[in-house]
């Protein structure tokens, strides 16, 4: 059987969403995430399974043994309190009901020996969930705009630089990848056993490992998931992990 790959929503109690797409009434909230991750999940061999908001942890561990691995998809911000800061003003909009939704499927994640692909909020989620913060807006410091969204979610706007000897460049097999940029926030401060494996050219972190977890473990903050129909490349990130999950 094709692996089961466990793939985060964006949980929201807001009821516009179902307003909008005329498949909901007022007061519903909602577990939504884009096509894109699942259709990575599927051309790379996996079997896709939308992991809903749910109340009960036993329920999630229960759900965990059943899947070969996880993927932490994007979304909205994190909240500041959850690394120990403030929110600033420029920090985008907070989603609690999700923060504490994933934080819990982290930490059972986190236990397990469950290969986990983080993207974009993902891997701040990572970061964050072992003790590291993050840049609430950028730029800042140096650092550019990285929310470049008039560029198709197809098309690599920068380059990200990959340290050699990395789990990414065994995957990618290249030291300087293009990749397409929709966040706001970054990683300031690598988390316990968090190593920062890519960066841009204004030395924004990129990508995040933990060589020291034994099951595959690997946070990108660009969307693969947005480039893969085009992009052989950003392909590999999909096969590596489904295959990790297939072991």
């Known amino acids: 059987m094709k692996p089961l790959i466990g793939i985060t929503v964006n949980h929201t ?8 797409f005329g498949s909901g009434l007022p007061g519903q909230g909602w577990n939504s995430v884009a096509q894109d991750y ?8 996996g079997i896709p399974v939308l ?9 999630y561990a229960a759900l965990l043994e059943k ?17 120990g800061e403030d929110m600033i003003c420029e920090c985008g909009k907070i989603n609690p009901d999700r ?7 982290m930490a059972l994640a986190a236990k397990s020996q469950l290969p986990i692909l983080c993207i974009c ?21 140096g650092l550019r705009n990285h ?3 008039g560029m198709p979610r197809t098309e690599g706007s920068h380059w990200a630089n990959i340290t050699p000897g990395s789990l990414l460049h065994s995957i990618l097999g290249e030291e300087r990848v293009h990749v397409n940029s929709y966040h706001h926030q970054c990683i300031k401060a690598a988390g316990n056993g968090i190593v ?32 893969h129909s085009k992009n052989s490349l950003q392909c590999k990130i999909f096969k590596a992990f489904v295959d990790a999950a297939s072991i």
């Open 67 to 83: 899947l070969d691995g996880i993927l932490f998809s994007g979304g909205a911000d994190i909240n500041p309190n959850r690394y």
């Open 147 to 149: 929310s470049i969204i």
């Open 99 to 105: 923060d504490e939704y994933e934080f819990r499927l």
């Open 38 to 45: 699942a259709a990575a999940v599927e051309q790379a061999g």
């Open 196 to 227: 920062v494996t890519a960066i841009s050219d204004d030395n924004t972190p990129e990508a995040i490992e933990m060589p020291e977890r034994a099951a595959f473990t690997l946070g990108v903050q660009w969307h693969p998931e947005m480039m």
């Open 13 to 20: 109690s807001e009821d516009t969403l179902g307003i909008t």
């Open 51 to 59: 992991l809903p908001a749910m109340a009960s942890d036993e329920d």
């Open 121 to 141: 909020r993902g891997t701040q989620l990572l970061n964050v969930f072992h003790g590291g913060s993050l840049v609430q807006h950028m730029p800042h410091d």
